[in-house]
Structure formats: C-alpha cells, structure tokens
C-alpha cells in the first residue's frame, strides 16, 4: 500500500541543477529499495540510479559523478539531486519502490510494487 509521489522536474540549461523527490505515504520507506528511471520519447527506459534496503547506492555510467541519491527516513523522501546537467538527461522520471534489493542493487529484475507518475526533465539552451 505504498504510494509514491515525484516532484522536482522542470527546464533547466545545459550545465544547470535540479533536484528531483519521491515522497513516500502509506508505509515506512526504510522497508524498500528505491530505483530512479526516467524514459524519453523515443526511446526504452533506463535505470539511473537505485538505494538498496540499507543503503548500497548504484548509478548509471552516464550519469555517475553527476548525479547523487539520498535517502530521508525522517521526512520518507529520496531524492535525485542532478548536477552538470545534459540536453540527453532530457526525459520524464520516476521512482518505484521493491521490498527486494536488501543489500544490493543487483540481481534480477524485481518486483515493483509502486511506481510514482513521474516528472518531465528538460535540460535545453
């Protein structure tokens, strides 16, 4: 019964800064594994980052070293704190939530029992 709530998105130019949210209601988010996608037009969706259950953190290569994922049990919220930003971060992302992923983000594809509706992320001059 876990919903999910993103927020955050916007236009923004080459170089500039967002930070996106995933606010949690109806259960405690330390019980799940956090993954950001996004998708655009066009194109398959991808994973971009992901918090495990305990806090293990992975990222997408093309994003590594710009991107940041954090985690508030207090306020039930992670957050995608993007930097650097490129036009080919332009998409729309989500968040989804698996009681999987105890301590690794890795393994088979699982099972997302949420899924936010998402956020447009447009990233041009």
């Known amino acids: 019964q876990l919903q999910l709530v993103e927020s955050g998105g916007g236009l923004v130019q080459p170089g500039g800064s967002l930070r996106l949210s995933c606010a949690a209601s109806?259960?405690?988010?330390?019980?799940?594994?956090i993954v950001w996608f996004r998708q655009a037009p066009g194109k398959e969706r991808e994973g971009v980052s992901c918090i495990s259950r305990i806090g293990e953190i992975k990222y997408a290569d093309s994003v590594k070293g710009r991107f940041t994922i954090s985690r508030d049990n207090t306020k039930n919220t992670v957050y995608l704190q993007m930097n650097s930003l490129k036009p080919e971060d332009t998409a729309t992302y989500y968040c989804a939530a698996t009681e999987t992923f105890y301590y690794y983000c890795s393994g088979p594809y699982p099972d997302f029992g949420s899924w936010g509706q998402g956020t447009q992320v447009t990233v041009s001059s």
């Open positions: 109806g259960d405690t988010l330390d019980d799940y594994a």
